[in-house]
């Protein structure tokens, strides 16, 4: 007997992408069964990634994807199914216990899998736990929070004041949840930055994702001037090295925020290279000095071997001063990278900041720095400029037709 509430969590278009015709004679009763004789939609051909919004329009969907057929176009797809934002929740189907191809599509962005034989017991499984990690995917018209990801190009650069600071600055910009997780699990300083502590961390919601809900979920974060902060453990604990991945926090905070920050240890390890992955945008964090800029060159030089696309990653050069270190020009020519932005050098505001547990004042040269930042990276920036340039236009058109 079907779970009533999974049941209605997921009262929306089930779609099952596979070119296999007795995959889909097998799955699609089961489906019938579990969604109160709804009649899912069915695709014979894997759709282009160019038409991933045009297939998947109207509204939040289920998709059942063949990951059998074409192994490596389905992964494709769901990945970019994934970049794209759209309003689906996939289960990926697949046809046998392989652990390897299971990670690689949770990696992806597929939320649970199916094994064939496929039964009942599995698809509501299936659905208890996406039930579980959607709690607001329910709310009509609501679009999935995007992932920033903070990654210190190497140590001491800033990236936690920077992940911080932005955190507060979505506030600003209208979002009524933001989340901040200290994912840094070895020297996460989250709550030394921001005066705050906590029982729990990150650690606990990993060990609990299979039933992570509302209730539980807000146990476990801290509020701190009106955003949720998630926190990494305070003492060292045995194992953190061999966590490999942050998926389940991330994709449960990706639909019950509308912003999530993620502050992280640096790009190297599949830790941090997994949360590169489900980022929407990664913000790559160094100084201008020679021994950082260095290191940059080598974190994107790994993300690059890693498949980490550039179109995500973002420049951003902390403590910045014109007359220490090289200059902007030279340093994106230098790394073959735009500078997406620079900080400036603000040592006074900042520590008196980090004293108080506050963000830095918007009035500071920090501040004002991390506003900008935060209104280019929500293309706020861009649209001022061209209303301002619009504006000027139309003054010119009306002054010339009083002078005639």
């Known amino acids: 007997m079907p779970n009533s509430d999974a049941a209605s969590s997921f009262r929306r278009r089930a779609v099952i992408i596979s070119p296999n015709s007795s995959l889909v004679e097998e799955l699609e009763p089961l489906l019938q069964q579990h969604l109160a004789g709804s009649?899912?939609?069915?695709?014979?051909?894997?759709?282009?990634?160019?038409?991933?919004?045009?297939t998947f329009s109207g509204g939040p969907q289920l998709l059942f994807l063949d990951v059998?057929?074409?192994r490596e176009q389905g992964l494709q797809l769901l990945t970019e199914i994934s970049r794209s934002g759209a309003s689906v929740q996939v289960i990926a189907l697949l046809s046998g216990n392989e652990p390897d191809l299971i990670l690689r599509c949770l990696r992806a962005g597929a939320l649970d899998f199916l094994l064939q034989p496929f039964s009942l017991d599995q698809i509501e499984a299936a659905m208890t736990k996406l039930a579980r990690l959607q709690p607001s995917a329910e709310a009509p018209g609501r679009e999935p929070a995007k992932i920033y990801a903070v990654m210190p190009a190497k140590g001491a650069c800033g990236a936690t004041t920077v992940a911080c600071n932005l955190a507060y600055q979505w506030k600003r910009l209208g979002y009524k949840?933001?989340?901040?997780?200290?994912?840094?699990?070895?020297?996460?300083?989250?709550?030394?930055?921001?005066?705050?502590?906590?029982?729990?961390?990150?650690?606990?919601?990993?060990?609990?994702?299979?039933?992570?809900?509302?209730?539980?979920?807000?146990?476990?974060?801290?509020?701190?001037?009106?955003?949720?902060?998630?926190l990494a453990p305070e003492l060292m604990v045995e194992g953190t090295q061999e966590m490999r991945d942050p998926a389940?926090?991330?994709?449960?905070?990706?639909?019950?925020?509308?912003?999530?920050?993620?502050?992280?240890?640096?790009?190297?390890?599949e830790w941090n290279l997994n949360a590169a992955r489900i980022a929407n945008e990664l913000l790559l964090v160094t100084t201008n000095e020679l021994p950082a800029l260095?290191?940059?060159?080598?974190?994107?030089?790994?993300?690059?071997?890693?498949?980490i696309g550039r179109w995500?990653?973002?420049?951003?050069?902390?403590?910045?001063?014109?007359?220490?270190?090289?200059?902007?020009?030279?340093?994106?020519?230098a790394l073959h990278t735009e500078v997406f932005d620079i900080l400036p050098s603000d040592y006074e505001s900042i520590q008196k900041a980090l004293m108080e547990g506050k963000p830095a004042p918007s009035n500071t040269?920090?501040?004002?720095?991390?506003?900008?930042?935060?209104?280019?990276?929500?293309?706020?920036?861009?649209?001022?400029?061209k209303n301002t340039s619009l504006g000027g236009l139309l003054g010119l058109f009306s002054k010339t037709s009083k002078s005639t």
């Open 68 to 70: 059998v057929s074409d």
């Open 177 to 230: 949840r933001v989340l901040l997780a200290d994912l840094d699990p070895l020297a996460g300083t989250t709550s030394f930055l921001l005066k705050v502590k906590s029982t729990y961390s990150f650690l606990d919601a990993l060990t609990h994702a299979s039933e992570l809900d509302a209730d539980l979920w807000n146990g476990m974060v801290t509020s701190a001037s009106g955003i949720d902060v998630l």
């Open 365 to 385: 040269a920090f501040g004002k720095a991390v506003i900008q930042l935060a209104d280019r990276l929500g293309g706020r920036r861009e649209q001022a400029k």
């Open 294 to 307: 260095q290191a940059a060159q080598r974190a994107l030089s790994y993300l690059d071997t890693n498949r």
């Open 39 to 54: 009649q899912p939609a069915k695709l014979q051909v894997y759709p282009s990634p160019r038409d991933i919004a045009a």
């Open 312 to 333: 995500k990653i973002r420049l951003l050069v902390n403590r910045y001063h014109r007359d220490i270190g090289l200059s902007r020009e030279v340093i994106g020519t």
């Open 248 to 269: 389940p926090i991330l994709e449960y905070a990706r639909h019950a925020y509308d912003a999530v920050v993620v502050d992280t240890g640096g790009v190297y390890g």
